[in-house]
Every structure is written in C-alpha cells, then in structure tokens.
C-alpha cells in the first residue's frame, strides 16, 4: 500500500493499486464535532476531483464532504451510516467512508503527504 | 460594536471551551467532551449553563406598576405572589412576539429575564410603553447560572441550603459567599433545575464549587438540542415578531382571566385567532429516516405544494432521533398526517407529532 495523502477539504487517500480509500481526518471531525448523519455516494456512480461526495452532519450543522479524485464508486461504508459516531471514535481507519476506481492517477499529484496536511491543518485553524 | 465577555469567560477558557460570537457576546458553543457528551450529563446528571448574557431587568415597584404591566403582558400580574414566576411575551399590537420572557415578583418590583439578542430593544420598549414613570435597570453587574439536571436540587443544596424547598416557577433570596443570590426553580432543558441571579465578582467561585460536586459545564450547543427535545421555542427561530403566541401554539402561557379582560398588547388579534384560529401553527415533526431537516427546510404534502417551513432542526441525543419544528398550514396539522422535507433537493418523508419530543422532568411541589 502507498502513503496516505490528503487534501485541503480534510480527506485523506489510500491507494491500493487502481482503489482509493477515502475518507475524513481526525482534524476535520474535531472541527465537526460529534457527527450523527452522513451520507454517502451510491455504489456505481460517478465523482469528480473535488465535487461533492456525501454529507456530513454534526448536530450543530451540515457539511459536504469532497472527493480529491475522480473515479467510479465501487464500496460505500454502511457501517458508518448506520452509526456515524465511528466516525468520530476512528475517522482514519474503521470509518473510512467510500472507495472508488481511480480514473486519472496524475490527479494525487496535487495532494499533499501528512507532514504537509498537519502543517497545513495547523494554520487553517482559525 | 465591541464583543463582550460574561464574568466566566476565563473559567470557561480553563475548561477547553470553543467559543462562538452570540448576540454579541463571546459564548462557549462546547467544551472538549462534546455537544452529546454534555447532553447526555445534563439528562442523566446535572449540567451548569453560564447565561449571563441574558438581560436580567428590574423595574421599580409603586402601587400602579402590576396594573401598567397588564396593559403589556397576557398575564395575571395583579394576582401574582410574591417570588412567583411567569412565562410571557412582549408583543406588538398585532401579536406579534418582541420577545419571550420570564416575570417574577420580587419584594421591591418585577424582575423580567430578557434573551440576549432582544434585551437591549426590551429596555427601550417596555421604557416607552411605561411612559417613562418607573425606575428601570438592566443589571450587568449580576451573572444567571443555569444548573439543570436529575441531581440539580441535591448538588446546589450541599451548596446553598434550603433551595430544595423552592417549588416549580417560584423563587426566594438566598445567601452565599454572604452575599444575596437570588434563585427561581426554573430552567430551558425539559429537566428540574434552578437559576441563580448573583454577583459577578463571585460567580467564578461558585461555578466552580458547584464543577467540585459533579456539576459539567455545557455550552450554547447542547442548551440547543436540550431545549429543542423539549419542545421549547427559540427566540428568533421558533418565534418573532412575524409569529403570535396563537400560531406558535403557546396559548397555555396566556391568562383565561386576561383573554376575558383583554386590555393588553396584542388582545385583538389574539382574541380573533383563538375564535376563527390561524392559518400557520407551529408542530413538531420527525423525519422517517436520519436525515436532519434544518432551519428554512420546505415543508410539502402528499400533492407536492409548499405548506410550511422548518425553524429548528437537529438530532435528539436523548430521544436518538431527527427532531424538528416548524410552522405548516393549519389544515396538515394533525398529528400523524404524512408530510415531506425537502433536504438537498430530495424529498423525505416525515410526520407530524406531539410535543415535546423529551418527556419532562419538571418537579412541581417542594419535598
């Protein structure tokens, strides 16, 4: 498996040969706080680099969450649908949130590796 | 404007707070554990909320003063007891609503507690509508704690003896620190609880005598969710001055005797929608599935037209469920009619039910 990357929305990225992993950081549901509904894209559809895949919501309010790359949805994560709370308790690992077929891999070029995220998450405090 | 601070603001920054901007006030939303977190202690345990932004205002007695304010408030004011409390409404002559209050007769006058947002346009108004005749005082000198929960009585009684005795919507002074605190059994959360109207200068102390017994801090988040499970009505949201107390369904909060009298703010208007009712009432409403149905979400019937709009939305930790209310078309309001949320374009199901969604836990009689 190769490094995890992460984009400036606050997801990070697996890659598995053609699958990705995606998911929310650790930092983004500290932002959120607890979480109590997502949904997510439907199995077969299409996304596209930074559109929107899914939603996010705390109970203060609603958030969508992006994909950093393009590709076809081939596994959606119910487990956390059905208790999004995972996602605040593991958002890294167990509550990954969807995986895709990766159209275009150029397109992980413009993401960035963790050292330059928590760099990066660090100062978009605030 | 410059932001403002409450007296606790540092001990909320020594417990983790995040802060937001409330009507004008630098208010902690949560702390570290969190919106449910903080819930949760509150239902089960005892929750101290820091509302010290709330307008707490004091108008001077004279023998004509209870008569002055029934030409403004639907309540019984000539007849109230001495450290009783009342629910009430500032309102326009057309009904509708200023703001959503609480009146208490204290020894000296009327104590009224104002939302934030509204106290400082109340004070000019009730000025006004008092013709200018009475001693008026927006006290910021004095800090209201909100301690709420199963165990409320038991932990402020180690700390403040006596209080136990207060009885439902009535108050009395007490001391602490050897100071005068003033405490009404009352509260926003659907749980038993009390607030207490003290000093700033020892109102860190306090707080933290009452961290000391178990008491957890909860932020402007979880005051939300708790109000809202116990089908309260949010200044601003649920209520305004687009809204009467009629459509928002809190008639109960109207005298009998007064709707007979009538002479108040807003008596015409409330008096005809009590006979030929309104067209918009205010219900609560659960989605079918967890989606979460937020302020400004459309209401639709089974034919696809736009009968009503959500006004507070969010998940009931306690009930585990999407709760909401909004106002809809009086004819689809009867409870169990099927209903439709239009959430990001889609349309959910959801139902229309009783209130509150949280079954209270008020303790009417003193043990």
């Known amino acids: 498996m190769s490094e995890v990357k992460f984009s400036k929305e606050h ?48 109970t203060k309010a609603a958030s969508d969450v992006y994909t950093p790359v393009s590709g076809e949805i081939i596994e959606n994560n119910q487990s956390i649908v059905d ?11 167990e509550a990954w949130f969807f995986k895709l077929k990766i159209k275009n891999k150029s397109e992980l070029d413009s993401l960035m590796n963790k050292d330059e995220y928590e760099k990066f998450s660090k100062e978009s405090v605030n | 404007m410059e932001i403002k601070k409450t007296a606790l603001y540092s001990l909320h920054q020594k417990h983790g707070a995040k802060f937001v901007p409330f009507a004008n006030y630098e208010m902690p939303i949560q702390y570290p554990t969190g919106i449910i977190a903080e819930h949760k202690a509150t239902r089960e345990k005892v929750g101290i909320f820091d509302v010290s932004h709330m307008g707490q205002l004091f108008i001077k007695d004279d023998n004509q003063l209870a008569e002055d304010l029934e030409k403004i408030f639907p309540i019984d004011l000539k007849n109230i007891l001495l450290n009783q409390s009342k629910y009430s409404f500032l309102m326009n002559e057309n009904a509708g609503i200023h703001d959503d209050l609480i009146i208490t007769k204290i020894k000296d006058g009327f104590n009224i507690v104002l939302n934030a947002v509204c106290k400082n346009s109340d004070f000019e108004l009730l000025k006004k509508l008092l013709n200018n ?11 209201l704690v909100a301690i709420q929960g199963p165990k409320a009585c038991e932990i402020l009684e180690k700390i403040i003896s006596g209080i136990s005795d207060l009885k439902f919507m009535n ?6 620190s050897s100071k005068n605190v003033y405490i009404t059994r009352s509260g926003y959360t659907g749980e038993d609880g009390f607030e207490i109207s003290i000093k700033n200068e020892i109102v860190e102390i306090f707080v933290e005598a009452l961290l000391k017994e178990g008491g957890k801090l909860i932020g402007l988040g979880a005051r939300d969710t708790l109000r809202l499970e116990a089908g309260l009505c949010l200044y601003g949201h649920d209520i305004d001055i687009k809204t ?40 609560g409403i659960t989605p079918v599935n967890k989606i979460i149905a937020r302020e400004k979400t459309k209401i639709y019937n089974e034919e696809n037209k736009i009968i009503g709009e959500i006004t507070s939305g969010t998940y009931g930790p306690s009930v585990q469920k999407s709760i909401a209310m909004g106002y809809i078309d009086s004819k689809f309001s009867n409870i169990d009619i099927k209903i439709f949320l239009e959430v990001r374009g889609k349309k959910y199901p959801a139902k229309i039910c009783k209130l509150p969604f949280y079954k209270k836990n008020y303790v009417k009689g003193a043990k």
């Open chain 1, 11 to 58: 997801e990070w990225i697996k890659m598995d040969g053609d699958t990705a992993t995606i998911g929310i950081t650790q930092h983004a549901t500290e932002m959120l706080g607890d979480i109590v509904f997502v949904e997510l894209p439907d199995k077969g559809s299409s996304v596209v680099k930074d559109g929107i895949a899914g939603v996010v919501e705390s």
């Open chain 1, 83 to 93: 208790d999004p709370a995972k996602i605040n308790a593991d958002p890294e690992n």
């Open chain 2, 133 to 143: 005749k009475y001693e008026m005082r927006l006290n910021d000198n004095l800090s």
């Open chain 2, 171 to 176: 108050g009395n002074y007490f001391s602490y």
């Open chain 2, 244 to 283: 009467t107390p009629v459509e928002a369904n809190l008639k109960w909060a109207i005298s009998k005797k007064r709707l007979i009298t009538g002479r108040f703010l807003g008596y015409e208007k409330i008096n005809s929608q009590i006979e030929s009712g309104t067209k918009k009432v205010r219900v």
